[in-house]
């Protein structure tokens, strides 16, 4: 059974630029969350995706935004990238109806 | 409000010992309390969760004990061994248990043989 599968698993990108990031969901989840987790810290939530609409945000900037697929699969978006944006960004799959979360392994962004 | 504190920053203890972690809340509408387990390189692993209406919740080595009028709650790692280094997160949600959560800062265990 697979888990929580994300891609890339590393990436760097230039400050102003644009990346995408995308998850895959541990089999049976219909829902996605994504949560930033910077170094030496807590991980952050920044949105959920539940039938391929947002159904809760964090407080993360318009910068970050995201899409669910009819698949469950989703990504996470960042525009213009900041330095401070460099993180593990963690997605986490379960179902709309608890169960908890299963997470990813996470894709580590460096933005210079 | 919606801070979730978490100390000791960083912990060693001797192999066999007990590792106590200690996380404090303000928001009263808080009602599951998850602790993760994340190694390097890894994503977070959830290890145990309690919710408000029982005081204390084992499983096997790991006991979450809950303190509701003191908004506190706490990990105790009995018989630690070198495998459970790791960093150590507690976290809180006002909903179900996926609901968006509030992470601790974390604490970095390492158990010495």
């Known amino acids: 059974d697979a888990g929580v599968t994300q891609s890339p698993t590393h990436l760097i990108k230039t400050r102003g630029q644009q990346v995408t990031l995308r998850c895959s969901p541990k089999s049976g989840h219909d829902t996605v969350s994504w949560y930033q987790q910077a170094l030496g810290q807590g991980p952050q939530f920044i949105f959920q995706?539940?039938?391929?609409?947002?159904?809760q945000r964090g407080n993360f900037p318009d910068r970050f935004s995201g899409h669910q697929f009819p698949n469950y699969s989703s990504e996470l978006n960042v525009n213009a990238l900041l330095l401070g944006d460099s993180a593990l960004y963690l997605c986490?799959?379960?179902?709309?109806?608890?169960?908890?979360?299963?997470f990813g392994s996470g894709t580590r962004l460096t933005v210079v | 409000q919606q801070q979730v504190k978490q100390s000791p920053q960083s912990l060693i203890v001797q192999k066999g010992g007990i590792s106590i972690i200690n996380c404090a809340y303000e928001?009263?509408?808080?009602?599951?309390f998850p602790w993760y387990q994340q190694f390097p390189g890894k994503g977070p692993a959830l290890l145990i969760a309690i919710r408000p209406d029982v005081s204390e919740k084992k499983e096997g080595r790991f006991t979450i004990s809950f303190n509701k009028s003191a908004k506190q709650f706490s990990l105790h790692i009995m018989d630690s061994q070198p495998g459970d280094s790791a960093t150590y997160f507690c976290?809180?949600?006002?909903?179900?248990?996926?609901?968006?959560?509030?992470f601790g800062s974390g604490t970095r265990l390492l158990v010495r043989p």
């Open positions: 928001n009263t509408a808080f009602d599951y």
């Open positions: 995706y539940y039938e391929e609409e947002e159904r």
């Open positions: 976290a809180a949600s006002a909903g179900d248990s996926s609901y968006k959560l509030i």
């Open positions: 986490a799959s379960s179902l709309w109806t608890g169960a908890g979360y299963t």
